[in-house]
């Protein structure tokens, strides 16, 4: 791979934007919206776009004359340290990067989308030393993550019992540590000339702390042509993946462990198997979990891992039910895609807040526990007509009200960008 960018068009604002998580097939949502955001960037006049990724091998990608990808080596993984092998997505907790350092010194804007780790740490120095303006976005709630795999790890270390008990539940490390990590997201975005979050009720608030100009709101977009219910194919879905003919098809998407509450899920649809239920589960994803799954759902369950996002939008468009039950989200991709391809769409109150109704385009459930879950399921695994009702009314809420990843780009962060340079000293 080529070693040096081609520069973007003359006059183009230099963007580098930093991703500190590995790029691969299966990375989560929060990689997968910068491809999004930087496929959107194609052929965009005035825009020159360079996104840094971790990467296990180092190297240089092009998109287009104004946007590529640039892949750097972690200078101290996660993944190196056996007792954090449990955790989602390995990050770099190096306190500088180096490689990372050199390749930002034409940047006219630093784009962090993260607060902790060896990317953002870096762009502080960066923009320190050079004067150059530093910019943010959320797209995960770390901090929560944090205490949950705190909690995790004590467990894993030391047992439930005992010294694990009062590590976790009388000294409260889990949270003490989800405070740290709260601090330090305002202190970076202290450091920031903008800082984007993604929930709207998150807006107002940190205006507060910092300044109204200062914060805004990164939505996520929607392709509308690939999601879509024009893609069901149910004889086809049965046949790939060996379902059988009249079960009630449950779709959970994303990655498959505790922090998106898979194993509520899998309890849900046990129970209402022993009912007598027709269901079966359908989990798109890779994860810790995913043995489990099938282990204790056996034939009821078919989980195939990481599909095609082609692949991916026809299982959409042909399921029954797109189930999503994770409590801590930023902002939902898997909603999108569900509200987008036409399905009856259950979800928590946190993934549901600004685009879901309860009862008109989707079904909120407002408890965790694996009763709630099922009661919910049922009421939509008994009526098909629930079931059509609900689908036309989330696709028309995704054609009337999501944005498409172009929107999000132009819309929440060029013109940010833009704003940031033109008030920077000269």
């Not at 960018?5 to 097939?25: C, F, T």
């Not at 790939?240 to 498959?256: D, H, M, N, T």
């Not at 989200?329 to 928590?348: I, Q, Y």
Request: hydrophobic share 40%.
């Amino acid at each position: 791979m080529p070693e040096t960018p081609a520069p973007g068009s003359e006059g183009s604002l230099r963007v580098s934007v930093l991703v500190d998580l590995i790029h691969r097939p299966d990375a989560g949502g929060h990689v997968k919206a910068w491809e999004k955001l930087a496929a959107a960037a194609v052929g965009l006049a005035g825009l020159d776009l360079t996104v840094h990724f971790a990467g296990l091998v180092p190297g240089l990608r092009e998109l287009a004359d104004n946007v590529r990808y640039r892949f750097h080596r972690q200078a101290f993984s996660t993944a190196r340290l056996p007792f954090l092998s449990h955790v989602p997505d390995h990050t770099d907790l190096a306190s500088h990067h180096p490689e990372l350092a050199r390749h930002l010194t034409d940047a006219e804007i630093v784009h962090t989308t993260d607060a902790y780790f060896a990317y953002a740490r870096t762009a502080e120095r960066v923009a320190r030393r050079r004067g150059v303006p530093l910019t943010s976005s959320v797209h995960t709630d770390t901090p929560r993550y944090t205490r949950l795999f705190t909690a995790a790890t004590i467990e894993r270390l030391f047992g439930p019992a005992r010294l694990g008990h009062l590590l976790n539940d009388r000294l409260g490390l889990p949270e003490r540590s989800e405070a740290r990590m709260r601090r330090r997201l305002l202190r970076h975005q202290r450091l920031c000339a903008a800082t984007l979050v993604s929930r709207p009720e998150e807006v107002g608030p940190l205006a507060l702390l910092l300044a109204p100009r200062r914060v805004g709101l990164l939505r996520r977009g929607i392709d509308r042509a690939l999601f879509s219910p024009a893609h069901r194919d149910r004889p086809w879905l049965e046949s790939k993946f060996g379902i059988p003919a009249g079960r009630v098809v449950v779709l959970f998407v994303g990655r498959i462990d505790r922090g998106k509450n898979v194993l509520t899920l899998v309890e849900a649809v046990e129970a209402l198997l022993r009912d007598g239920r027709p269901l079966h589960l359908f989990c798109a994803g890779e994860g810790p979990e995913r043995s489990a799954v099938g282990a204790r759902l056996g034939p009821a369950a078919s989980c195939p891992g990481i599909l095609p996002p082609a692949e991916l939008a026809r299982v959409y468009a042909s399921t029954d039910v797109v189930a999503h039950p994770s409590e801590i989200e930023e902002s939902s991709n898997v909603a999108r895609e569900a509200l987008a391809s036409g399905r009856a769409f259950l979800t928590t109150e946190i993934v549901a807040r600004g685009m879901v109704t309860d009862g008109e385009d989707g079904v909120v459930v407002r408890e965790g526990s694996p009763a709630a879950w099922s009661a919910a399921l049922a009421g939509v695994a008994d009526s098909a007509p629930l079931r059509e009702r609900l689908g036309a009314a989330a696709r028309r809420r995704a054609e009337t009200t999501l944005p498409s990843w172009r929107d999000v780009l132009e819309q929440d962060l060029v013109s940010v960008w833009r704003q940031v340079h033109a008030g920077a000293p000269r």
